[in-house]
């Protein structure tokens, strides 16, 4: 049996049942009600087979929206929820709720709209990611700034149980420059074997964000693959923010001739053994049990 391709990062929102500050009508077309059901043509015809729905604000509303649509498509084999990270006893009781729910699979918070680069070595926020540790939930790290991914072999010394994952490889130079800051400091925290990556959100960093190109994706895509292996890099499509830079269709299209060039272990880990492996995804939801 073919192991199945999964998504691991994709969104769902509503503007009128959680609140989304940084969703403005400078978002135009994504600035409304964007749903599962708006994607999955999308994804039948890229023959992808299920997604890790993954949090875009931080309130607990977005995370039940999320919730709702996992019920309501199957297609859903994760979701990555809020948990106030900055309260620890909020966030224990957060997870303490999702007990007995294994689509639960894992932590985010918007850091990178934190004023503070290092709020993530702040000793409540600490506190809360040692509750992660002790409870076997990973946290996604959404890195923008650089400080960012300086800091995860921080996090990993202080936690090495945590398992957590780079989203969009920390949003490299790409159409910029060649990466070498990059790919030093992606360097380090890869030498912690419970540091992951997403091969998602890889758009240009110029100030149009649609014109990437396959070639100029190359390089980052070939570089994070030796320092991670393919058992700990998993593809994100990063819907609907992909829409903004070509649509999923597009994205797609430009990171498959890169997927086609690994060998049938890597792309089969990349394209979905590895989120079903960092994720802990239940196998009865993938089809793989029995």
């Known amino acids: 049996m073919t192991f199945p391709v999964i998504d691991a990062h994709q969104h769902v929102w509503d503007p009128s049942r959680a609140e989304y500050d940084w969703l403005t009508p400078d978002a135009a077309p994504i600035d409304g009600v964007m749903t599962f059901a708006d994607v999955a043509p999308e994804l039948r015809a890229a023959g992808v087979d299920f997604t890790v729905q993954v949090q875009s604000a931080d309130n607990p509303e977005d995370t039940q929206l999320m919730r709702e649509s996992a019920a309501a498509h199957p297609e859903v084999a994760g979701i990555v929820g809020y948990a106030p990270l900055e309260d620890p006893e909020r966030t224990e009781r957060t997870l303490a709720s999702w007990e007995g729910d294994p689509l639960m699979v894992g932590v985010r918070t918007l850091i990178h709209n934190q004023p503070d680069p290092d709020w993530l070595l702040r000793p409540e926020v600490d506190a809360s990611l040692g509750l992660l540790e002790e409870r076997g939930l990973p946290f996604d790290v959404v890195a923008v700034l650089p400080r960012h991914v300086e800091i995860v072999p921080l996090v990993a010394a202080r936690h090495p149980r945590l398992r957590m994952v780079i989203d969009h490889l920390a949003k490299p130079p790409i159409g910029v ?29 110029t100030g ?35 829409v903004l830079s070509g649509g999923y269709t597009r994205v797609w299209n430009g990171l498959r001739p890169l997927f086609d060039e690994f060998d049938a272990d890597a792309r089969e880990r990349v394209l979905g053994r590895t989120a079903a492996e960092f994720y802990r995804l239940d196998a009865g939801r993938l089809g793989l049990s029995g």
């Open 177 to 205: 420059s060649d990466g070498a800051e990059w790919g030093l400091l992606m360097s380090a925290a890869a030498e912690n074997a419970n540091v992951y990556a997403k091969v998602s959100g890889l758009y240009s960093a």
């Open 208 to 242: 149009d964000s649609s014109a990437w190109t396959t070639d100029q994706i190359r390089p980052f895509v070939d570089r994070a693959l030796e320092m991670f292996g393919p058992q700990r890099l998993m593809y994100g499509g990063d819907w609907p923010i992909s």
